[in-house]
């Protein structure tokens, strides 16, 4: 795999998110890869500034957090064909992401480097609500509406 342009994202509020971050930088550099380190969270969203500052797509994101934060990466890059590598590091839940101490492997950016991987092809789903009247109570939402959303 090409890696000229790689882009770290990691959770907000996790030190140890932003210490692995760090850690991927530099071994990324060593490499002579360009990389960006962004924070992502519930109120910090990277991608505008990352969209507007870098002329190219990334050809590899690397994420660093729980399944939210990659949601919310994929979210974002699900329209550019964008390789995810996500970890599971400072997250709860982690059905969507790799185990952390893969990190830690010696040589797992220079396999990627050199194609000894499989890329895993995922399916997003969009959905709407369209509630057919208003609700005045929002506790009524989930008590009298619920099988009608479902």
């Known amino acids: 795999m090409r890696l000229d342009l790689v882009w770290i994202i990691y959770r907000t509020n996790s030190q140890h998110a932003q210490e692995e971050s760090l850690c991927c930088y530099k071994a990324l550099g060593k490499l002579g890869v360009e990389v960006f380190l962004a924070k992502s969270g519930l109120s910090e969203n990277p991608f505008p500034k990352l969209f507007s500052t870098n002329k190219r797509m990334p050809d590899l994101v690397v994420v660093l957090g729980g399944d939210g934060t990659v949601l919310g990466a994929a979210r974002h890059l699900a329209i550019h064909n964008v390789p995810i590598l996500s970890f599971n590091i400072g997250g709860n839940l982690g059905f969507l992401t790799h185990d952390g101490r893969l990190l830690n492997s010696e040589d797992l950016w220079i396999r990627i ?32 509406n619920q099988d009608k959303i479902i």
């Open 113 to 144: 480097k050199d194609d000894r991987f499989a890329i895993e092809k995922r399916m997003m789903l969009q959905g709407h609500i369209n509630l057919l009247t208003p609700i005045e109570d929002e506790k009524e939402l989930g008590k009298s």
